[in-house]
């Protein structure tokens, strides 16, 4: 079969101003810019960054391949709790500093709040205080994102519970300075 060489109108360029030498529509994702000639230039999309970390996490990821590695290092984790009755915060430390991975990189993987229910950081918290009020018999049903609400209202001055709204001095409350 021989090559065809077809103008721009016998090829389908209908509508096009600049004679079918340039890309007619840039694909999504590309940003089109003017080149140093005039011309239009397409640049390559922007490769995607990991929503833990907020580094490179390549085309088409949400997440790099440090993150993934400690997100099935939390859920391995979770499992084995599951079977065995619970595991503690310096435990899951533990666990994620074994896979090697650099600290700053783990303190921003638990920090990340990903889908708005909270940071792996506020979730481990929630669930302990939901394990301390349990065993001082009241019941408690603090989740991630009351955690996340809590550390909002203390950084913007604002109490943090109901009891202490109504405190205006907190020298008057014992343990609170």
């Known amino acids: 079969m021989e090559p065809s060489f077809a103008g721009p109108s016998e090829r389908g360029n209908y509508g096009r ?25 397409v640049s390559p ?18 997440v790099c391949r440090d993150c ?10 979770h499992s084995q709790a599951d079977r065995e009755g619970g595991f503690g915060y310096r435990d899951l430390l533990d ?9 700053a990189k783990i303190e921003k993987f638990l920090d990340a709040d990903v889908d708005g229910r909270g940071s792996v950081n506020d979730q481990i918290t929630a669930r302990m205080t939901n394990q301390i009020m349990e065993s001082l018999g009241q019941p408690s049903q603090m989740t991630g994102k009351g955690v996340k609400q809590v550390r909002k209202d203390i950084a913007e001055g604002r109490a943090p519970s109901q009891v202490d709204q109504e405190v205006v001095d907190y020298s008057q409350l014992k343990n609170k300075t």
């Open 17 to 41: 101003t600049d004679g079918g030498l340039g890309p007619a529509t840039p694909k999504r994702g590309h940003s089109v810019e003017r080149g140093p000639l005039g011309g239009r230039a």
């Open 45 to 62: 999309p922007a490769i995607m960054k990991c929503v833990y970390c907020q580094e490179r996490a390549g085309f088409f990821k949400r």
């Open 68 to 77: 993934d590695h400690l997100v099935e290092t939390v859920r391995a984790l």
């Open 95 to 103: 666990t994620l500093i074994a896979t090697g991975i650099d600290h």
